[in-house]
């Protein structure tokens, strides 16, 4: 019995001086600091907080200005990227019909072809019930489609990290930007469902 106690309480005293330091000071009372500054965990408005990286850090009034400015100028074109990802998926998607369309034409002409001949010599046609299904797979539609996607995402990662500062000026420059962006580019997306 004595053997656990020791062997636990030595557990927690190697694990404390492993930890004593890692660069973050962690009080109740406080908001959690960390050597290089403060992170606030409720929203506020001082200037002074990391975005996204150690070194941009806006500490005066002009810098937050121009940061809050380039984050709404990033999100109106979050939205206009958007806009031009429904406009393609449109556009792809009506190719690719045209090209099913083409190969089941094909595929039903030598089928008509088939049938002239007399049965023994006619293959059983094979019907492909995935194609009446699923688009082909078209490498100059799909890839595009993935890149896209991609940026997207890490534009949205990124507006998530942002918030995550809870400042209230990074936040409305988010908000406003999207707003924005969606009046400016919002009317010429044809509505696919659900693209962001």
């Known amino acids: 019995m004595h053997f656990i106690a020791r062997l636990a309480l030595l557990t927690f005293l190697i694990a404390r001086s492993l ?4 660069g973050m000071v962690m009080n109740m009372d ?29 500490r005066s009034a002009g810098a937050m200005v121009g940061t ?7 999100a109106v074109a979050e939205r206009w990227l958007a806009m031009m990802r429904a406009v393609m998926e449109a556009h792809w998607r009506t190719r690719a019909q045209i090209s099913l369309a083409n190969n089941l034409n094909t595929s ?15 293959a059983q046609p094979q019907r492909d019930s995935q194609s009446h ?21 890490s534009i949205n990662i990124l507006f998530m990290l942002t ?10 420059a988010i908000v406003i930007g999207l707003g924005v962006g969606e009046a400016l580019f919002g009317r010429y997306s044809p509505r696919l469902g659900h693209l962001h």
């Open 19 to 22: 930890a004593h330091d890692n």
């Open 30 to 58: 406080q908001g959690m600091s960390m050597n290089m500054g403060n992170m606030i965990m409720y929203l506020h408005h001082t200037v002074g907080d990391n975005l996204l990286f150690v070194g941009w850090a806006p």
């Open 68 to 74: 809050c400015i380039g984050i709404f100028l990033l």
């Open 108 to 122: 039903i002409v030598a089928t008509s072809e088939e049938r002239n001949k007399p049965v023994s010599q006619a």
């Open 133 to 153: 299904w699923a688009l082909p797979l078209i490498f100059a539609y799909d890839v595009p489609r993935g890149i896209m996607q991609v940026v997207l995402a």
């Open 163 to 172: 918030v995550m500062t809870f400042q209230i000026g990074f936040i409305l």
